[in-house]
């Protein structure tokens, strides 16, 4: 593990100072090496600015891309193979954000969509739902936010993966800390879940009328949870370029933008 790059663990805003001296000593590392090995892309996603420069040759789109891969439930969960993530919990965290779209979309059922529904005999008038699709959507990507935070682990291993043969001994703390936030993950997923069905149950047992419209809406919404991410993610890849591109000018601002989203 001598010598090796210790770039890139992004560290979330409360570990603001741990942040900096990783990135001390990442500039430190890389001066001193002669003979970089090839890195990631989950590594040149997270170097600082001046080694970004040095380092990352990559195009727009295979930037973009590598952001697709970690980001994009649908990509990550079931095109991905040996990212350093856990297998089991991808396809946990899958099956979760599906009922969290359908259990969120009961919470916008108003009495006034009653009321038009009622008037139209029942039938799904999908323009009237769409403010209903979009506000469960967001509140689903808040809570995908959480479970980024609970169920990543790959920035770990790039932990682990960059100790120096002193540093051997944080290996345990490393370790300790995915066992908690799994811990934590199906905790959180549970009491979620039991929480989802008794509403689901309730809502489809009163409002038998309204099954037909509350599973298209739960489609609906899931759907524009996978395609969002296709424009939302342009942005990161496009700063990312024109910073590296138009390095002598020094684009830092916009490259700390670009490292902005996404947010694990």
């Given at each position: 593990m001598t010598n090796k790059i210790n770039s890139i663990y992004k560290f979330s805003e409360i570990n603001n100072d741990n942040k900096t001296k990783e990135s001390e000593n990442l500039n430190s590392n890389i001066n001193n090496n002669s003979s970089n090995e090839k890195l990631d892309n989950f590594e040149l996603n997270n170097l600082e600015?001046?080694?970004?420069?040095?380092?990352?040759?990559?195009?727009?789109?295979?930037?973009y891309w590598s952001i697709l891969k970690r980001e994009h439930l649908l990509i990550y969960t079931f095109f991905i193979r040996n990212d350093y993530n856990i297998v089991y919990i991808?396809?946990?965290r899958f099956i979760f954000l599906i009922c969290t779209d359908m259990a969120l979309n009961i919470f916008f059922f108003s009495d006034e969509t009653m009321h038009k529904m009622f008037l139209d005999y029942g039938k799904y008038n999908f323009i009237q739902q769409i403010p209903q699709i979009i506000y469960?959507?967001?509140v689903s990507q808040l809570i995908e936010l959480i479970l980024c935070f609970l169920s990543l682990t790959d920035k770990h291993f790039y932990q682990i993966k960059n100790l120096s043969e002193s540093s051997k001994y944080k290996?345990?703390?490393?370790?300790k800390c995915i066992k908690m936030k799994i811990t934590f993950f199906y905790i959180f997923t549970f009491i979620m879940f039991a929480f989802y069905w008794y509403a689901v149950a309730?809502?489809?047992?009163?409002?038998?009328?309204?099954?037909?419209?509350?599973?298209?809406?739960?489609f609906s919404?899931?759907?524009l949870g996978l395609l969002y991410p296709f424009i939302l993610y342009l942005f990161p890849s496009i700063f990312r370029i024109i910073a590296l591109r138009a390095s002598k000018i020094r684009c830092k601002c916009i490259y700390a933008i670009s490292d902005i989203i996404p947010f694990f």
């Open positions: 600015y001046e080694m970004a420069i040095k380092l990352d040759k990559r195009n727009f789109l295979t930037i991808k396809f946990s469960s959507t967001l290996i345990f703390p490393i370790i309730c809502f489809c047992a009163v409002y038998e009328n309204t099954q037909k419209a509350f599973i298209k809406d739960s919404s899931f759907a």
